[in-house]
């Protein structure tokens, strides 16, 4: 029974994208359709053959055992933060040591990528092979794939010229794509919250996920001469000049230290500013609390997962409660004995639900990017549509959780 509900949710998350398009007649059908399919391929693979556990799983080690070197040098700088015990669970250490300071290791490792030219390739080939494959524009199929490894603002700096050059309503598609990424560099952060093979398994299936919803609901017809890909980064013809190894590598050790002051600055502030709404609107009503009515809002999407009625509400609360805050303050809530004290289907729905920066907080990220790259009117119009972002953001995480949850049970 359940299998069917969560059959059924999927194309109800679907047709909620159409019955909120700009442009109805101008979707894509063949290929969303295409792009669908490849997705429950993904997800069957990964989930129910073992080749596909073992794939996911080494990709889950891999990031795990980066995160068990990085435990060297924070064990050397900061003793008294951890316990003798390091390097065993994420139990062994608090939060920010356990969770955020591998950060600093994992980040320079993915720029020495780039900066070798691993990761540049990567993204080039991979790119337009989906883009032959689904039928997509070059850049928007650029785009999802170095969302996958550079994080929304990352790949928004370095996007700046190709903006520019595109149309104002092109803007508003890759705006609301930025809602439904990660940064790989933190993947390591998520694998020692919540289970790992999730983690990883909703990774490229958002990327496909991202480009379905904004098809549907911003189609925008993009004719040959249009589909260009201009120089990533440079502003002219001139080749940029080549930065000296150690002074890339001193800024990115720098730019990983700001990412985690940043998110230790958006948890400490979002947890406090939620409690504060709780202790507001207790005030009202005892039981009312900002994360049970944004959880009941989220109830019928929760159910539609395929859950009973008292799983549904439990994952409906941890949904609502990553969309006012962020998907770390929920991960550090449920770590552990929790989650897997968590049936095999909501600990994989609620793995992949969270694994994304779509939450409220995250559209004035975007907006504040597109601010410093494009002119007023095309920011103006990104900004009017942080509705349809946010809606973009949601029904990514919950197509992505809907199609991995058919597979687990």
Request: proline share 4%; charged share 10%; with cysteine.
């Amino acid at each position: 029974m359940y299998i069917i509900i969560n059959l059924i949710g999927i194309i109800v998350f679907v047709a909620i994208g159409f019955l909120f398009s700009k442009q109805k007649k101008a979707i894509n059908w063949r290929s969303i359709g295409i792009m669908l399919l490849i997705n429950l391929a993904l997800a069957w693979f990964f989930t129910s053959f073992s080749a596909g556990r073992d794939a996911v799983k080494a990709a889950a080690d891999g990031f795990n055992w980066l995160v068990q070197v990085s435990y060297q040098g924070i064990v050397f700088a900061l003793p008294n933060w951890v316990t003798p015990e390091f390097g065993g669970t994420a139990k062994a250490m608090n939060f920010v040591t356990s969770a955020l300071l591998p950060v600093l290791m994992i980040v320079p490792v993915f720029d020495i990528l780039t900066y070798i030219g691993v990761l540049p390739w990567i993204i080039k080939w991979v790119g337009r092979g989906l883009s032959f494959i689904t039928g997509q524009p070059r850049f928007e199929s650029f785009f999802a794939i170095e969302m996958m490894f550079l994080g929304n603002t990352e790949v928004l700096a370095i996007s700046g010229r190709q903006l520019r050059q595109m149309s104002a309503a092109r803007n508003v598609t890759l705006a609301m794509m930025s809602m439904s990424c990660v940064t790989a560099s933190i993947l390591g952060a998520y694998t020692q919250m919540v289970p790992g093979q999730f983690v990883l398994t909703a990774v490229p299936i958002n990327c496909l996920n991202a480009i379905i919803v904004t098809n549907l609901l911003n189609p925008v017809k993009v004719s040959p001469e249009e589909d260009t890909i201009a120089t990533v980064g440079a502003e002219d013809d001139k080749a940029e000049k080549r930065e000296p190894f150690f002074s890339y590598l001193g800024d990115s050790i720098l730019g990983a230290g700001r990412l985690i002051l940043i998110i230790t600055a958006n948890v400490i502030a979002f947890v406090a500013l939620a409690a504060l709404a709780d202790k507001l609107l207790g005030l009202i009503w005892k039981p009312l609390s900002l994360e049970h009515i944004v959880g009941a809002i989220m109830f019928p999407a929760a159910w539609l997962l395929g859950f009973p009625v008292h799983d549904a509400w439990i994952l409906s609360q941890d949904m609502g409660l990553k969309l006012v805050t962020n998907e770390f303050v929920v991960m550090g809530k449920v770590a552990g004995n929790v989650i897997n004290g968590y049936t095999p289907h909501l600990r994989a729905v609620l793995t992949v639900f969270l694994t994304s920066f779509a939450n409220f907080g995250t559209t004035g990220m975007i907006i504040g990017a597109f601010k410093g790259l494009v002119d007023k009117e095309k920011n103006d119009l990104v900004a009017k549509n942080v509705g349809y972002m946010l809606l973009s953001g949601i029904l990514v995480s919950l197509l992505s959780a809907g199609l991995v949850g058919l597979f687990v049970w």
